[in-house]
């Protein structure tokens, strides 16, 4: 895992997003949106070189890896890290986890750190609800206050980075909350997830976001699967 600092963050104290794609791409979608809405400037990139393949083209391999972004926005002392995946092995993920929390502690005092994920449920109705976890039990007030449910008893285990990060901060003593939007589906992006657990850190941080943005995703990801349903218009054919 290499660290390539941008630009040395020095605050008082602030709050720390992170979330990477997981079921439904939910993760992701939270944190990229909160990176690219937010006034955010780039402060550091992380490159994990994993991979049991190399990447090839016209001939030429090339060692293949992942850069993973971290950016902060000083209106709202807030630090976002976001990235298009996740490490393949739990070594390289715990190393990704802990040079990610090293570097923020590094820069101030993390205040509270925020995930998110997909949370699947077989019938939803309605827009999709937000549940959360914390990894301490006192936190599970401020989810009371904002109106957010507990993850259900059926979940007995959170993989990867969205769950192991929570898991992490709790060893060094930082507050931590985890918010899981429902999906249906797990093959496809799910924009309206991650809509809902905007809304519910939006009341949990009081910081307004609009997320029309994700609505035309959802609108999108809809016309083409109707595009896949439709028949083709053509026969068999050449040119």
Known sequence: MKLNVIKPVSEKEFALFASLPDMGRVGGLVSSFLAQNLKCEQVAEMVSSDKPWVSYADGVVKSASDAYKVYFDNEHRMMIFTGESQPQDPGELHALCNTLL????????VTRLYGAGGY???????????????NKPELKNVLARAAIDLVGPEISSITWFNGVILGLAAERGVDAIGLFGEIAETTVPQP????????????????????????????SILEEAQKKKEPSKYGPGIG
């Open 102 to 109: 090293d570097f923020a502690q590094g820069a101030g005092k």
């Open 120 to 134: 699947l449920r077989e019938q939803l109705t309605g827009a999709p609800r937000v549940c959360g976890v914390v």
């Open 192 to 219: 309206l997830a991650a809509k809902s657990i905007l809304a519910a850190f939006s009341r949990l941080e009081n910081i307004p976001l609009d997320t029309k943005l994700l609505d035309r995703q959802y609108e």
